[in-house]
């Protein structure tokens, strides 16, 4: 087995672990024999998994973004905290972009994604979807059980409330899109179908697809990234592209061949693929300029 093999079966563990069992004792008791030894499965790890000391591509006190921590009702009883950015020298109302997290939550790389987000001339709202379990926790481990208690149905009202909050005139120019990463992306795909016409614009990275019948219900453009490695969620997207365009959603979806689930994460030194990313990146911002400017 060559270096490059090795890694693509250990990033298949990973996945495994991460979206499935989150049995972290199995998982390294696999990985181990998989590398060969202790040292070796720690070494792997250390390039699979993301890096939370990474650094960030637009710092937290980079002089061209404005944020803020902040909250906000999603019902009666109900309410989500968050993370926004917005570029420093905008003037008056922007289009809002909603920041969907991965399974990990509301971590200092979505931050740092939400200030990218900004930079390019929109106010970004990054919600905490575990807000009301007590919000995200530093434990990545953690993070994971959590988001796997949540309520899906809830969760969504959630997304749609907040979607419907920042629209509003008095916070926006009344155009708002979303963008989600992995667990993130299918959430924006569900969004998209509970949103209606609330909802002008939605890309999801690799995100796990709803099902087909439900394609009919989306009102927002659609702009869909998925990882030519990721069999797992490739399964689900082809049927999900499909329904979408039988329905006359406005849909883009692009494969990227020989890139790993998450290339998109540049904490993940073995998962991050730079030219895909750049490419994801560049098209998602003219995605957004389009249907939300």
């Not at 909050?165 to 924006?188: A, D, H, M, N, Y």
Request: aromatic letters at 8%; glycine letters at 6%.
């Amino acid at each position: 087995m060559d270096d490059r093999d090795l890694r693509r079966r250990a990033i298949a563990l990973y996945d495994r672990f991460t979206h499935e069992t989150r049995d972290r004792r199995a998982f390294m008791a696999d990985l181990t024999r998989l590398a060969g030894g202790t040292a070796a499965a720690n070494a792997l790890l250390l390039g699979i998994a993301a890096d939370p000391a990474a650094a960030s591509i637009v710092p937290a006190d980079d002089p061209r973004v404005h944020t803020i921590e902040l909250g906000w009702p999603t019902s009666a009883t109900r309410k989500l905290k968050g993370y926004s950015a917005r570029p420093a020298a905008a003037r008056g109302k922007l289009p809002v972009v909603i920041v969907v997290h991965e399974n990990r939550g509301l971590n200092e790389h979505i931050r740092d994604i939400t200030r990218r987000v900004a930079i390019e001339g929109f106010t970004a709202v990054a919600p905490d979807f575990l807000s009301p379990m007590g919000g995200t926790p530093a434990d990545e481990d953690k993070a994971r059980d959590m988001i796997a208690r949540l309520d899906l149905a809830t969760t969504i009202a959630d997304g749609v409330a907040t979607i419907r909050l920042f629209e509003q005139p008095q916070r926006s120019t009344g155009k708002v899109g979303t963008v989600g990463f992995c667990w993130g992306g299918g959430l924006v795909d569900r969004l998209a179908i509970a949103a209606g016409d609330h909802l002008a614009a939605a890309v999801a990275y690799y995100g796990p697809a709803p099902p087909p019948s439900e394609a009919a219900k989306v009102k927002a453009a659609m702009l869909l990234h998925y990882a030519g490695l990721d069999d797992r969620v490739d399964a689900m997207a082809r049927p999900w592209v499909t329904a979408l365009k039988a329905a006359k959603v406005r849909v883009d979806s692009y494969i990227y061949p020989d890139v790993n689930h998450a290339f998109n994460n540049d904490t993940a030194a073995d998962r991050y693929n730079e030219a895909a990313a750049k490419l994801a990146w560049d098209r998602t911002i003219a995605f957004f300029r389009e249907y939300l400017k």
